[in-house]
């Protein structure tokens, strides 16, 4: 199993920056499909940032798309998450994830799970 670290989160202003990080241990995590997810209170969970094992593809949600980043550094075995420009509506858990098996990313299945971190945006 993969052990997920996240941290970085915070309390920041409407307009702000945050970089989160995903420290991975037990695996390299350039071998792994690695998520970014977001829970806010009282709504369903959302996917917002994935990488593809080695770093050369990515997506994300319409909700973060040209605002957020999703990143590797292999050396250090952490995935990031750059979000500027952030709102209100970003306020959230956010959760890093991973699995190593292409069959269960497509089917929406994540095997290793952080902890979270907190993300509050305010005006």
């Known amino acids: 199993r993969v052990q997920l670290v996240e941290s970085g989160g915070g309390s920041v202003q409407t307009g702000g920056s945050l970089r989160l990080s995903c420290a991975a241990s037990g695996d390299r995590i350039s071998r792994l499909y690695a998520a970014w997810f977001r829970q806010a209170q009282g709504k369903e969970r959302e996917r917002v940032a994935i990488?593809?094992?080695?770093?050369?593809?990515?997506f994300y949600s319409d909700s973060v798309k040209g605002r957020f980043a999703i990143a590797l550094d292999s050396a250090k075995n952490t995935v990031y998450l750059q979000m500027d420009d952030l709102k209100a509506e970003d306020t959230a858990m956010y959760y890093c994830a991973s699995t190593p098996s292409l069959r269960d990313y497509l089917a929406g299945r994540f095997s290793d799970w952080g902890q979270g971190t907190q993300v509050t945006v305010s005006s």
């Open positions: 990488i593809y094992p080695s770093g050369g593809t990515t």
